[in-house]
C-alpha cells in the first residue's frame, strides 16, 4: 500500500509505533481516522488562508459542537465525525467569488442564489475523499436546513434533517450573531439566547435549543 511507503519519512521509532498501531487495526478504523484527521487540517489550513470566515468562528463553533455532542451523550466515534463536520461546515464557500463572500454589505438576490449553493459543492468535495466516513458530509451539506423547512438546500423538516446538522445550526446561528459583519454590529449574548428561543421549534430543535441554553448558562454560573 502506497501508505505503508510514505511512513519512510518518519524518524524510525516514530515509524515502528504507526506500525505497531496499524497491525492492530483490523478494522481500519485508526487508519480511516488518520487520513481523515490529516485531510481535514489540511482543508482548515486552506480555509483560514482563504479568509472564508475566521478560525476562531471556525474552533468556537466546533468547540460548542462537541459541548452539545457531549451533553447528548455521545459516543467518542461520533463526536470525533461532528468535530470533523464542524471544522469543514462552510469549505463549499472555497466555490464562491470573493465578490460575494466578502461584500460589505447584504446580498441582493441573485448573489444569495451563488452563495445558497455551498452546502451542495461541499458534497461534491467531499464525496471525492473516499476514505471519509460518510457522516462527515451531513454538518456541511445540512446546516442551513431549518427545523420549519425553511432552511436550503433541501428544505428538510424537523426530523429528517440529520441530528449532527441540526445542533450546529443553533451553534453557528449563535456564534455569528455574536460576531461583528460589515453591515450589522455584533448582538450581546442575552439577545441571542433570546432569538434562539423565539425560534425553538421555528428554525431550530427546540430540544436542542433548550439544551444548547442550559450548556451556556452552567458556563455563566
Ligand atoms: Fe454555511
Ligand atoms: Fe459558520
Do not use: C
Request: hydrophobic share 45%.
Amino acid at each position: 500500500m502506497a501508505f505503508m511507503g510514505s511512513l519512510r519519512v518518519l524518524p524510525v521509532r516514530q515509524r515502528e509505533k504507526v506500525r505497531f498501531a496499524l497491525s492492530l487495526d483490523e478494522s481500519g478504523e485508526i487508519l480511516q481516522a488518520y487520513l481523515t484527521d490529516i485531510f481535514v487540517q489540511g482543508w482548515v489550513a486552506a480555509l483560514n488562508v482563504r479568509d472564508l470566515e475566521t478560525s476562531d468562528h471556525t474552533q468556537r463553533v466546533t468547540r460548542a459542537t462537541i459541548a452539545l455532542g457531549r451533553a447528548l451523550g455521545l459516543d467518542a466515534g461520533t463526536l470525533r465525525i461532528w468535530r470533523w463536520g464542524a471544522l469543514l461546515h462552510d469549505i463549499g464557500k472555497v466555490a464562491v467569488p470573493d465578490s460575494i463572500l466578502h461584500k460589505p454589505g447584504p446580498l441582493v438576490e441573485e448573489e444569495w442564489a451563488v452563495m445558497k449553493k455551498h452546502p451542495l459543492l461541499a458534497k461534491t468535495i467531499l464525496e471525492k475523499a473516499s476514505f471519509l466516513p460518510p457522516e462527515v458530509i451531513e454538518i456541511p451539506l445540512h446546516h442551513h436546513e431549518r427545523w420549519d423547512g425553511s432552511g436550503y438546500p433541501f428544505g428538510m423538516q424537523g426530523g429528517e434533517i440529520p441530528l449532527s446538522a441540526r445542533a450546529f445550526a443553533i451553534v453557528d446561528v449563535w456564534d455569528a450573531l455574536q460576531s461583528e459583519r460589515p453591515y450589522r454590529f455584533p448582538w450581546q449574548e442575552d439577545r441571542v439566547v433570546r432569538y434562539l428561543k423565539t425560534n425553538r421549534g421555528r428554525l431550530f430543535d427546540p430540544y436542542l435549543v433548550d439544551l444548547f441554553i442550559r450548556l451556556l448558562q452552567e458556563q455563566i454560573d
